[in-house]
Each structure stands twice: as structure tokens, then as C-alpha cells.
């Protein structure tokens, strides 16, 4: 699986690297909108975390797996502050 993050105003391409069932960007990240893309490459389904509403956008964009557009679920992600503060 691989997990990348795009810049929609620049279109640069972060790629997160895998540690134990986690996927991680160590670096600051300018201020902006992101496009977060994940692909499963292997022969074995794998497990990520959406949650669903009903009749409730989460977010501005549907989420779109295997081209099917879903607009009342959202990805899961998490965003930690590692030695810097946020401004």
C-alpha cells in the first residue's frame, strides 16, 4: 500500500512512509489545501478506517474509492504536532 499526499496548489507529491500500521510524513507542511491518495498495489484487501453519515457532508469533496464517488463518507487521518508548535 502506498499513501501519498498532494499539494493542490503546487501539485507536489509527498510519499508517506510505512512504521508498524501507521503511514507518516516527518516534515512541516505549508499552509494549503492537500489531496490525500491511497493505493492498495497487492492482492490482499486491506483494512482503513472511513466513517459514515447519513445526509451529512464531512468534508468540501466526496470521498472516491475505486472510482465511485461517496459523498457522505470520510477518511479517518490523524495530524500530530512532532517539536514545533503550530502558529
Known amino acids: 500500500m502506498t499513501i501519498t499526499l498532494q499539494s493542490?496548489?503546487?501539485a507536489h507529491?509527498?510519499?508517506l512512509t510505512e512504521k508498524a500500521d501507521?503511514?507518516?510524513?516527518?516534515?512541516?507542511?505549508?499552509?494549503?489545501?492537500?489531496?490525500i491518495v491511497?493505493?492498495?498495489q497487492g492482492l490482499v484487501p486491506?483494512?482503513?478506517?472511513?466513517?459514515?453519515?447519513?445526509?451529512?457532508?464531512?468534508a468540501?469533496?466526496?470521498?472516491t474509492i475505486n472510482q465511485v464517488q461517496n459523498k457522505n463518507v470520510s477518511l479517518i487521518?490523524?495530524?500530530?504536532w512532532l517539536?514545533?508548535?503550530?502558529?
Not at 501507521?22 to 494549503?32: C, H, N, S, V
Not at 468540501?60 to 470521498?63: D, E, I, L, S, T
Not at 487521518?77 to 500530530?80: A, D, M, P, V
Open 8 to 10: 493542490l496548489q503546487s
Open 13 to 15: 507529491v509527498w510519499t
Open 22 to 35: 501507521e503511514f507518516i510524513l516527518k516534515q512541516p507542511l505549508p499552509a494549503g489545501s492537500y489531496q
Open 38 to 40: 491511497i493505493q492498495n
Open 46 to 58: 486491506q483494512l482503513i478506517d472511513l466513517v459514515q453519515t447519513n445526509n451529512y457532508t464531512l
Open 60 to 63: 468540501p469533496f466526496p470521498v
Open 77 to 80: 487521518y490523524f495530524f500530530e
Open 83 to 87: 517539536n514545533m508548535k503550530p502558529s
